[in-house]
């Protein structure tokens, strides 16, 4: 993704201020490698109708793990189960960045078996055919060549291996349903002056909007030499978005669960998520004098100060006693909970 490879880009902040993954989601994807069924942790029943890889007699091993388009490291970290861990990464800023975030986490002494290259997802020539037992994609695999990638998957994947990747989607914010049409319009809308949607990537960022269901079936790739499975979607969408079965291109049914990826913040908070978005970069190169256009305050400060405004107005349309109505004040370090859909995708190397 060619905004993150810039100098320009501040892979710090973006570190600082991105969500991070809850343990329950890896927990999720070490079940599927060890079982081939899909399991929230401590819930049996929510697992996948398709018994294709529970069937299989090969025994996942636990050797080596690949993180693709790793970014900063955050779910590198959280493969440790493996003895050895690989992430991948094509922009130099952000391997430097993962690196230190490693280091920081386990300290200096403890991160031996933690790896990075930089490359793209797509070519792997550094692994041996066969010599990988999970591969993992967080918040990446919508920029993937898939016409070429799950060919590489299939080659480095050892049989018993598991593949998983995910991306969250547009944010929330559960306790002002109100203002999902101003993020919307913040994000997605048309309009060049006045919303992010024209800034963002694409293919890549329509992949990530429509949930992964663009992302082909490994047999339509690899066709009859397909040594993958039909992949498991799993939507950890809650009530925000319709995920029925007719949206899945898996002929595996797919499998709608709560919400997994959500962070305590503040209003503070949420601003600087919005600085992690490649799309306000784009946005601020394309119009540098945005701010001083508008009041010294920038399209993302314009937008967060219009999401606090609608907050406010909530908060009062909510109050019982009209008197208290003009006692809501909402402020920068009021805390804020906010919460992101996450799609899933996952497959066994038979």
């Excluded at 663009?214 to 397909?226: A, F, I, Q, R, T």
């Excluded at 945005?290 to 609608?310: P, S, V």
Aim: glycine share 6%; charged share 25%.
């Amino acid at each position: 993704m060619s905004t993150f490879a810039k100098s320009s880009f501040d892979a710090a902040v973006y570190a600082a201020s991105r969500p991070t993954y809850p343990k329950a989601l890896f927990q999720l994807i070490f079940n599927y490698h060890e079982k081939g069924a899909v399991a929230l942790p401590g819930n049996s029943s929510a697992s996948t109708p398709n018994q294709g890889p529970q069937s299989s007699t090969l025994r996942p091993r636990w050797n080596t793990a690949v993180d693709l388009g790793c970014g900063t490291g955050q779910a590198t970290t959280e493969l440790s189960p493996f003895k050895t861990v690989i992430g991948v990464e094509p922009s130099k800023g952000m391997v430097q960045k993962a690196r230190e975030q490693i280091e920081k986490a386990l300290g200096s002494e403890e991160t031996s078996q933690f790896s990075f290259v930089q490359s793209s997802a797509e070519k792997l020539d550094f692994l041996e055919n066969e010599s990988v037992d999970l591969v993992v994609s967080a918040q990446a695999a919508h920029w993937f060549d898939w016409n070429k990638q799950w060919s590489e998957i299939a080659r480095v994947l050892r049989p018993g291996g598991t593949v998983a990747f995910w991306t969250y989607s547009e944010f929330r914010l559960p306790k002002y349903p109100s203002l999902t049409p101003l993020i919307t319009h913040y994000l997605q809308g048309k309009n060049p002056d006045t919303s992010l949607g024209p800034y963002w990537e694409r293919p890549g960022r329509t992949v990530l909007e429509r949930h992964l269901v663009d992302v082909p079936e490994p047999k339509k790739v690899l066709g009859e030499s397909v040594t993958l499975s039909d992949t498991d979607r799993v939507y950890f969408s809650g009530p925000y978005h319709d995920t029925s079965p007719t949206i899945s291109p898996s002929p595996n049914a797919p499998i709608t669960l709560p919400i997994i990826l959500r962070s305590q913040s503040t209003w503070n908070g949420l601003l600087g998520y919005f600085h992690t978005f490649s799309s306000l970069h784009n946005y601020l190169e394309k119009h540098p004098d945005d701010a001083l256009k508008h009041g010294g305050k920038t399209i993302a400060e314009r937008t967060w100060a219009e999401l606090m405004e609608g907050a406010e107005k909530e908060e009062r349309e909510n109050k019982d006693l009209e008197e208290q109505a003009g006692e809501v004040r909402v402020r920068g370090e009021d805390e804020l909970i906010v919460e992101w859909p996450v799609a899933m995708v996952l497959a066994k190397k038979l």
